[in-house]
């Protein structure tokens, strides 16, 4: 079966810098992407990796390596607004995205 | 530009009825998704539209039904609810393209059959 597995909920001071891990067994590959959610509001786009390494896009970073299934998005200088949910989800062979249930970031002042 | 806009934005249904959630899109996207998100679970998967007038089943298409009559709309209807059914429903589009084929998202719906 295809599973996409990330923490269920994280914890991090405003300021701070927070890593949010993710690990794949899907069937084929055709890249992965990290999508933010606030409360009650639409995934909305953050990033996307298809070849292994680091991607980075102002405070947001993500990395990918393909080898070992596994993905991290890296969030610095962490601000209240990026209280929110991180989902990831790859595109697998047939290109339909197969989504992570989500972990949920709590920022502390 | 709207993006895409989903109707209504909750609804209450009883069960046994029948619903029709709409989808509209003004960004030309040639492919359409609709999703459920229930608390615990990931995004799955519905219905989709590779480009106007197909459609094909995701991971959790039964109870539902879905047409692609142009490039713009995809409604998604339930024949006959059930309380399994409910949940928040988000409609997404994509240029279709393959790889980095990026989904956009509608604000949701959250439907509640009792």
């Known amino acids: 079966g295809q599973n996409i597995d990330q923490p269920t909920e994280m914890t991090a001071t405003e300021g701070a810098i927070v890593q949010i891990n993710c690990t794949y067994q899907?069937?084929?590959?055709?890249?992965l992407f990290w999508y933010q959610q606030h409360a009650g509001e639409a995934p909305t786009f953050l990033s996307y990796?298809?070849l292994d390494g680091l991607e980075e896009k102002g405070r947001f970073s993500s990395f990918l390596s393909r080898s070992k299934g596994y993905s991290y998005l890296l969030l610095k200088e962490l601000q209240m607004k990026d209280s929110a949910s991180y989902l990831c989800?790859?595109?697998?062979?047939?290109?339909?995205?197969?989504w992570g249930a989500g972990t949920k970031l709590i920022i502390k002042p | 530009t709207a993006g895409i806009t989903q109707a209504p934005t909750s609804q209450i249904l009883a069960a046994g009825r029948s619903m029709t959630l709409r989808c509209t899109q003004d960004?030309?996207?040639?492919?359409m998704y609709w999703y459920r998100q229930d608390l615990g679970l990931g995004l799955r998967l519905i219905h989709y539209?590779?480009?106007?007038?197909?459609?094909g089943k995701g991971e959790v298409p039964d109870g539902y039904s879905v047409s692609r009559a142009n490039t713009d709309d995809f409604p998604l209807t339930l024949a006959s609810a059930v309380p399994s059914q409910t949940s928040v429903y988000f409609c997404?589009?994509?240029?279709?393209?393959?790889?980095?084929?990026?989904?956009?998202f509608g604000p949701g719906t959250r439907l509640t059959v009792l």
């Open positions: 997404a589009s994509s240029d279709g393209g393959g790889g980095t084929d990026t989904q956009y």
């Open positions: 960004m030309r996207h040639n492919a």
């Open positions: 539209s590779n480009t106007a007038g197909t459609t």
């Open positions: 899907t069937s084929g590959f055709n890249g």
């Open positions: 990796n298809v």
């Open positions: 989800a790859v595109m697998d062979s047939n290109y339909q995205l197969i």
